[in-house]
């Protein structure tokens, strides 16, 4: 009977447990929210993301603490002999928090490591080429995002894109948008959105938008977009991220549609940083 009981209780513990996670996590996040913000991340943020000034105190705010906890939740792994610096941590958190503001209350869950390279790195592919015929590839790369646990990208390309933000590339957002749409484990360019009604006006105005895309870079017609977006849905998703926080106004006119879809993901309206 005691070993019965003593079975109950513990189970009884563990379900509190699982119950009382997520208060705790948030209570958590929360005292790191109301730390004192460092004046070197002030001046961080302010060289390398160009937008920074342009947005709300309330959005200021709510970006730096995001940036708290990111930073406070992640670990960052140099690669290729990079040692990595505060300048490096801070830019980045920077830039891949922006897609937080939204206030969802995650923060990639999916997500431990980011792992930096110098520049360019170069992996081993093994590509199919033919029946039963496949070739291993050495192919150069500047970022990626893995279902589970990993970012990688390159700080060379970091710096560059922060230093021209309005050309619709950013090595950052676009692997952190990934991350979003690869939170329920699969990578299809549907992210969660807030309510199931949502999903068929989604599917609906992205795959027009990916059809055009496709339609149009074939056909050597000028885009808002990079023509990389074509890949598959999952980087067309990727790539429409880039364009709606680095080319909101041009977005919003040429793709409104595809503009009100991000507008209600993200709940911002990037066009006001402009």
Not at 82 to 94: F, N, P, R, S
Not at 205 to 217: F, N, R, S
Not at 234 to 262: G, I
Request: hydrophobic share 40%; with cysteine.
């Amino acid at each position: 009977m005691v070993e019965i009981i003593a079975v109950f209780i513990i189970i009884a513990l563990i379900v509190i447990g699982i119950l009382a996670s997520p208060i705790l996590i948030k209570q958590r996040r929360n005292r790191i929210k109301r730390r004192p913000f460092p004046p070197l991340w002030t001046a961080i943020i302010e060289n390398h993301l160009p937008i920074y000034p342009n947005l709300s105190s309330d959005e200021r705010r709510r970006l730096q603490g995001h940036i708290q906890v990111f930073l406070a939740e992640k670990q960052f792994i140099g690669c290729g002999g990079l040692q990595v610096t505060e300048e490096m941590k801070v830019t980045i958190a920077a830039v891949a928090c922006l897609l937080l503001l939204n206030e969802r209350g995650k923060y990639f869950p999916q997500l431990r490591s980011i792992l930096i390279y110098p520049r360019t790195y170069f992996v081993n592919q093994t590509v199919a080429t033919g029946n039963y015929v496949v070739e291993e590839r050495r192919e150069a790369r500047l970022g990626e995002s893995w279902t589970q646990d990993q970012v990688i990208l390159s700080w060379e390309q970091v710096e560059q894109d922060t230093g021209n933000w309005k050309d619709g590339h950013n090595v950052v957002l676009h692997e952190f948008a990934h991350q979003l749409d690869q939170e329920d484990r699969t990578a299809n360019g549907v992210p969660i959105l807030q309510r199931n009604s949502d999903y068929p006006v989604w599917a609906q105005v992205m795959t027009a938008e990916y059809q055009k895309l496709c339609h149009d870079i074939p056909r050597k017609v000028k885009t808002v977009m990079d023509g990389y977006g074509t890949t598959n849905p999952a980087e067309f998703f990727a790539v429409a991220t880039e364009t709606f926080y680095e080319k909101p106004r041009q977005l919003k006119q040429h793709h409104p549609a595809l503009y009100e879809q991000l507008q209600r993901y993200y709940q911002l309206d990037p066009v006001q940083w402009t």
